[in-house]
Protein backbone atom coordinates (compact mmCIF):
# COMPACT_ATOMS: atom_id res chain seq x y z
CA UNK A 1 0.00 0.00 0.00
CA UNK A 2 1.31 3.67 -0.96
CA UNK A 3 1.75 5.98 1.73
CA UNK A 4 -0.89 8.28 -0.25
CA UNK A 5 -3.45 5.86 0.46
CA UNK A 6 -3.23 6.13 3.81
CA UNK A 7 -4.52 9.29 3.87
CA UNK A 8 -8.04 8.44 3.56
CA UNK A 9 -10.21 7.87 6.89
CA UNK A 10 -12.88 6.51 5.01
CA UNK A 11 -14.11 4.72 2.49
CA UNK A 12 -16.98 6.90 1.13
CA UNK A 13 -14.07 9.85 0.88
CA UNK A 14 -13.30 7.77 -2.42
CA UNK A 15 -9.56 9.49 -2.27
CA UNK A 16 -8.07 8.76 -5.83
CA UNK A 17 -4.48 9.75 -7.21
CA UNK A 18 -5.10 11.12 -10.51
CA UNK A 19 -2.25 10.75 -13.56
CA UNK A 20 -2.53 12.53 -17.02
CA UNK A 21 -2.45 10.89 -20.55
CA UNK A 22 -2.91 12.66 -24.12
CA UNK A 23 -3.55 11.13 -27.42
CA UNK A 24 -4.20 13.16 -30.78
CA UNK A 25 -7.43 11.85 -33.26
CA UNK A 26 -6.43 13.83 -36.36
CA UNK A 27 -5.90 17.62 -35.33
CA UNK A 28 -7.59 16.98 -32.01
CA UNK A 29 -6.17 16.52 -28.84
CA UNK A 30 -8.01 14.00 -25.47
CA UNK A 31 -6.58 14.55 -22.38
CA UNK A 32 -7.02 11.59 -20.79
CA UNK A 33 -7.66 11.74 -16.61
CA UNK A 34 -7.23 8.25 -14.93
CA UNK A 35 -8.44 7.78 -11.30
CA UNK A 36 -6.32 5.08 -9.27
CA UNK A 37 -8.99 4.72 -6.14
CA UNK A 38 -8.09 3.67 -2.36
CA UNK A 39 -11.10 1.76 -1.78
CA UNK A 40 -12.79 1.08 -5.15
CA UNK A 41 -16.26 0.13 -4.79
CA UNK A 42 -15.27 -3.32 -6.71
CA UNK A 43 -11.88 -3.87 -6.31
CA UNK A 44 -11.57 -5.22 -10.01
CA UNK A 45 -12.36 -2.03 -11.29
CA UNK A 46 -9.66 -0.04 -8.88
CA UNK A 47 -9.09 2.45 -11.96
CA UNK A 48 -11.34 4.47 -14.19
CA UNK A 49 -10.44 6.37 -17.13
CA UNK A 50 -12.03 9.21 -18.56
CA UNK A 51 -11.51 11.33 -21.60
CA UNK A 52 -11.99 15.33 -21.79
CA UNK A 53 -13.93 15.55 -24.75
CA UNK A 54 -17.34 14.09 -25.77
CA UNK A 55 -17.19 11.63 -29.22
CA UNK A 56 -20.48 10.91 -31.85
CA UNK A 57 -22.11 14.64 -30.63
CA UNK A 58 -24.33 14.52 -33.99
CA UNK A 59 -25.98 11.40 -33.08
CA UNK A 60 -25.87 10.47 -28.69
CA UNK A 61 -23.47 12.75 -27.77
CA UNK A 62 -20.74 11.12 -24.55
CA UNK A 63 -17.34 11.40 -22.97
CA UNK A 64 -15.48 8.13 -23.27
CA UNK A 65 -14.80 6.01 -20.19
CA UNK A 66 -12.87 3.17 -18.99
CA UNK A 67 -13.00 1.03 -15.73
CA UNK A 68 -10.49 -1.70 -14.69
CA UNK A 69 -8.46 -3.60 -12.55
CA UNK A 70 -4.97 -1.97 -13.84
CA UNK A 71 -4.25 1.51 -15.07
CA UNK A 72 -3.30 -0.22 -18.46
CA UNK A 73 -7.31 -1.84 -18.55
CA UNK A 74 -8.89 1.14 -17.87
CA UNK A 75 -6.30 3.15 -20.36
CA UNK A 76 -6.70 0.75 -23.05
CA UNK A 77 -10.55 0.49 -22.94
CA UNK A 78 -11.03 4.58 -23.21
CA UNK A 79 -8.47 4.76 -25.62
CA UNK A 80 -10.39 2.29 -27.80
CA UNK A 81 -13.88 4.15 -27.61
CA UNK A 82 -11.98 7.43 -28.57
CA UNK A 83 -10.42 5.25 -31.61
CA UNK A 84 -13.97 3.58 -32.24
CA UNK A 85 -16.13 6.18 -32.21
CA UNK A 86 -16.32 9.71 -34.48
CA UNK A 87 -15.19 13.43 -32.94
CA UNK A 88 -17.18 15.64 -34.61
CA UNK A 89 -16.26 18.96 -32.93
Known amino acids: MADWEFCQNDAEERL ?10 GDVEFTISVKEFVSPPDPMMKFF ?32 TIR ?3 YEG
Open 49 to 80: AEGDKELNQSTAAFRPTGWGGSMRDALAACLQ
Open 16 to 25: AKVRYFSMMK
Open 84 to 86: KFP
